[in-house]
């Protein structure tokens, strides 16, 4: 046990850090892509604060340089020493650089107001809504039918039985 587990965990470490390097570069190029398509001006980001999209550029600047000190380290280091980060540390980057750059970038787009409700420059201040447009497009057109009846000038084909 005590010259095996030390091993075992070495091991464990060889095959779990390449899959959470991975990981963790995947998140970072996505974060960098993003905050190029912000300073792209793209669509889909144009409404993020300038100073929020700098935090998330920090952020992956910083990850993106911890990464790579770490990475040249550890291929410094041969199988049967220890590594120089474990797989929880490179995790524990992951689930920072989220932290930090998700809200950012999942921030929903401010609703617009629909112009709808605008108010005439030069009539009454009161609210104009599509239902007293409807009305008086409709000026002259036949009233609404209540109960059914839709044509009441039309006759019907269908006899119904009811019993």
């Not at 599509?130 to 409709?138: A, I, P, R, V, W």
């Amino acid at each position: 046990m005590k010259i095996g587990t030390p091993v075992k965990v070495r091991f464990q470490e060889a095959e779990e850090r390449p899959k959470m390097f991975e990981e963790l570069g995947q998140g970072l190029q996505h974060y960098a892509k993003i905050a190029a398509d912000f300073r792209n001006n793209d669509e889909k980001y144009n409404h993020i604060d300038e100073s929020e999209m700098k935090k998330v550029e920090k952020s992956v600047n910083e990850v993106m340089e911890w990464m790579n000190n770490i990475m040249n380290a550890q291929a410094k280091k041969s199988l049967d020493q220890d590594p120089v980060v474990r797989a929880q540390e490179i995790k524990a980057k992951i689930k920072e650089l989220n932290n930090t750059c998700e809200p950012v970038v999942t921030q929903p787009k401010p609703k617009i107001e629909s112009p709808k409700l605008e108010r005439t420059p030069n009539g009454p201040n009161i609210d104009k809504k599509e239902e007293d447009l409807e009305g008086k497009e409709n000026f002259g057109a036949e009233p609404p039918h209540q109960n059914g009846e839709c044509y009441p000038n039309e006759k019907s084909s269908i006899n119904m039985d009811l019993d």
